[in-house]
C-alpha cells in the first residue's frame, strides 16, 4: 500500500479501483502533475478512468488534505501529496517545479508578519525565474 492510499485508508475513504490506481500515479509522481497529466498517467494503467473521474478523486483526496492544490500563474492546477511546508520555484520557460526550504525566509516571513501586528498562521512562496544559462541565451539570441 503505497503513502496516498494509507492516508486514504487512515481517513475512512472507500477506495475503488480506480481511486487505488490515482492514489498510486499521486504516489508515484516526482513531479507536480495537472488533473490532465494525471488522467493521462492513470488510463494507461486503466483505460477506463475517465477525467471526469480524476478530478472528483483529486478534490475528495484534497478536501481529505491527502493532496495538496497547487495555483501556479495561470497554468492549470497541479497537485502533489500533503506533507511538511516547502516553498516552489517554477522554471516559467518549462513549467518545472522545484521544491525548497529556507529556515530564513521562514524566520523573516515570521518577523514580518509579527512587525505588521500578526500571528503568520499559514503561507505560501511561489518563486518564479529561468535558469540562468536560458536566461543568457536570451539576451544573445
Known amino acids: ?73 495561470d497554468s492549470p492546477s497541479r497537485y502533489e501529496e500533503a506533507k511538511e511546508h516547502h516553498d516552489h520555484l517554477i522554471d516559467i520557460s518549462t513549467g518545472e517545479v522545484v521544491e525548497f526550504k529556507n529556515e530564513e525566509i521562514e524566520k523573516i516571513q515570521r518577523r514580518i508578519a509579527e512587525e505588521l501586528g500578526f500571528d503568520l498562521v499559514d503561507h505560501r512562496l511561489e518563486l518564479y525565474g529561468v535558469p540562468k544559462n536560458k536566461k543568457a541565451a536570451r539576451r544573445t539570441g
Request: glycine residues 2%; charged residues 40%.
Open 1 to 73: 500500500m503505497n503513502k496516498i492510499e494509507k492516508a486514504c485508508s487512515d481517513k475512512g475513504l472507500r477506495m475503488t479501483e480506480q481511486r487505488r490506481v490515482i492514489a498510486r500515479v499521486m504516489s508515484d509522481a516526482h513531479d507536480h502533475p495537472d488533473a490532465e497529466e494525471l488522467h493521462r498517467r492513470a488510463s494507461s494503467i486503466d483505460p477506463k478512468i475517465s477525467i471526469a473521474t480524476v478530478y472528483r478523486t483529486v478534490k475528495l483526496f484534497e478536501e481529505a488534505g491527502i493532496l495538496e492544490r497547487r495555483d501556479f500563474r
